[in-house]
């Protein structure tokens, strides 16, 4: 069996696969998981990390070997731990926050490398919050929230080629939010953050073959 995996990953890192070029059109699909914050004050400061997934879909489109624009939609789950609920009664509960979002990353994404396989990117993303829960008391909390996040996005990975139209996708991925994620909130702004580590499957979809 070691002798297999040993084999295999010895063809795949072997494998002569040219840089795109301008004009190339990648597509793929990832999947991760998230870790997940908010920025805190006051009653929030005991706020902590949630663990969770993220899965998408995106478009790369080349303008030449080094550069291309990476656009990204990608269902994104977010949240917190140990937070609070307070009810119509004023009563307050410790819970933890689910919120999720379909977001949408636009990417500078900047290639190198042997055969530009390995890349670093960065660009804003704008979120739209599909639902929120208190998940310790099972309610539904959309309306606290605000219908839409943005930030800016950051991100570096490697794609190994595994064909000469098909490569493995490995990304490390960061969030930081601008916006106030909170309908109403008198206070300090409080913020998403997240950081992801993601797999996926990138293939070459069309080759321009323009210079």
Same mark, same amino acid.
């Given at each position: 069996?070691?002798?297999?995996? =040993? ?12 840089? %795109?070029?301008?004009? @190339? ?12 914050? /908010?920025?805190?004050? @006051? ?28 656009? $990204?939609?990608?269902?994104?789950? $977010? ?15 410790? &819970? ?5 979002? /379909? &977001? ?7 290639? =190198? ?18 639902? !929120? ?32 139209? !098909?490569? /493995?996708?490995?990304?490390? %991925? !960061? %969030? ?6 909170? @309908?109403?909130? @008198?206070?300090? &702004? ?12 990138? =293939?070459?979809?069309? &080759?321009?073959?323009? $210079?």
């Amino acid at each position: 069996m070691k002798k297999v995996l =040993f084999l295999s990953l010895a063809v795949i890192f072997s494998l002569n696969v040219t840089a %795109q070029t301008k004009g @190339d059109l990648e597509f793929g699909f990832h999947l991760g998981g998230n870790l997940s914050t /908010i920025s805190t004050f @006051d009653n929030y400061d005991s706020a902590s990390s949630r663990f969770s997934f993220n899965t998408g879909g995106f478009l790369d489109f080349y303008f030449n070997e080094q550069w291309s624009i990476l656009l $990204k939609a990608q269902y994104d789950e $977010k949240g917190w731990n140990n937070g609070f609920y307070e009810d119509e009664n004023f009563n307050t509960f410790d &819970t933890d926050y689910s919120l999720n979002y /379909i &977001t949408t990353p636009l990417m500078a994404n900047f290639h =190198f490398g042997r055969n530009y396989n390995w890349f670093i990117n960065f660009g804003p993303y704008v979120g739209f919050l599909v639902d !929120a829960k208190a998940l310790d008391v099972d309610v539904e909390v959309k309306d606290a929230f605000n219908s839409t996040d943005f930030g800016i996005a950051l991100g570096m990975g490697v794609k190994v080629p595994v064909s000469d139209k !098909a490569k /493995i996708l490995f990304e490390y %991925q !960061a %969030q930081s939010g601008f916006a106030e994620i909170f @309908d109403v909130n @008198d206070g300090e &702004t409080i913020r998403n953050g997240r950081s992801s580590l993601n797999v996926g499957i990138v =293939f070459l979809l069309s &080759t321009a073959n323009v $210079k």
